[in-house]
């Protein structure tokens, strides 16, 4: 069973704060905790790093944090693009044959809505331009082709491959197709009911994160992380402090030690706040 967030006490120690963003850090309506880059700013002046974890891409995230790019981290992409106050850490490209053989594979067998996301943009097909409105909420700047073949031949760098599943039945479509015909030598995961996500192998938002503490010279056991899905797990067993929201399905529970109040709730400001006031008063 997950301890309280309140039971977790030993928070002075901690220097960085890693937050997934859909249904963690934002709440359902996609709005962030009010005060949001205030806390970004006093967190850093305190020593302590905020990070974004996200499966959405870098340059959503970035705009999404306007202004706070030299004061924070973001894990973007699971994992797949890492970077830290403005510098570029780690970034992983899926080989092009690859990107064209899970294409003909979700394409050939009707497993979703491929969208193909690169460093600069996303990548999707001409023909799924009607769901524009729900797609420009995940990424920022879209183009749209006839085809998304030989993409990366056109020189797109290709770090995460997305399925969109609209019946929100990822869970069992990645576990039935993606799981089996991929999963020993790519990454693959959900972003959440609705998405399946594909990465080069070993690379996730906990190695991701591994990759900007050491970076930062920050010891995984001095970090607290916030996550409620499946792209989330590898992340919260890095983590020192690891929370699960309290939104998240039980069956995520074996990978977090604490509970975190809901993404409504605002639970990762909450925790925030406290990991901040702790600090404070150990340096005062």
Not at 22 to 51: C, N, Q, Y
Not at 98 to 107: A, H, I, P, S
Not at 202 to 209: C, I, P
Request: glycine share 10%; hydrophobic share 40%.
């Amino acid at each position: 069973m997950l301890l309280g967030y309140e039971d977790d006490t030993d928070l002075a120690r901690i220097r960085v704060i890693a937050s997934d963003m859909d249904r963690t850090l934002l709440a359902d309506d996609k709005s962030m905790p009010e005060g949001m880059p205030e806390r970004v700013r006093a967190l850093d002046a305190a020593g302590v790093t905020f990070v974004a974890a996200s499966g959405r891409p870098l340059y959503t995230l970035r705009g999404m944090f306007e202004g706070l790019h030299d004061r924070m981290g973001f894990v973007s992409d699971n994992g797949a693009a890492v970077v830290c106050r403005g510098e570029m850490v780690y970034k992983s490209l899926i080989d092009p044959a690859t990107v064209d053989e899970l294409l003909g594979f979700t394409l050939e067998r009707g497993l979703g809505i491929p969208t193909v996301c690169g460093l600069d943009a996303c990548y999707i097909r001409t023909c799924d331009q009607g769901l524009d409105g729900f797609f420009r909420t995940f990424y920022r700047d879209i183009v749209y082709l006839d085809s998304l073949e030989g993409l990366c031949a056109r020189g797109v760098e290709v770090n995460k491959y997305t399925v969109y599943l609209p019946a929100e039945n990822a869970v069992e479509v990645c576990a039935a197709e993606y799981e089996p015909a991929f999963g020993k030598r790519l990454s693959v995961t959900c972003g959440g009911p609705e998405w399946v996500d594909v990465m080069n192998y070993g690379v996730d938002k906990g190695a991701g994160l591994a990759r900007l503490c050491e970076h930062l010279g920050v010891s995984p056991a001095d970090v607290a992380a916030f996550g409620d899905t499946d792209n989330d797990a590898q992340m919260l067993e890095l983590a020192g402090h690891g929370y699960l929201m309290a939104n998240a399905e039980a069956r995520m529970e074996p990978h977090a030690r604490f509970r975190a109040p809901s993404n409504n709730d605002r639970g990762v400001a909450v925790v925030a706040d406290r990991i901040l006031a702790a600090r404070l008063a150990a340096q005062a």
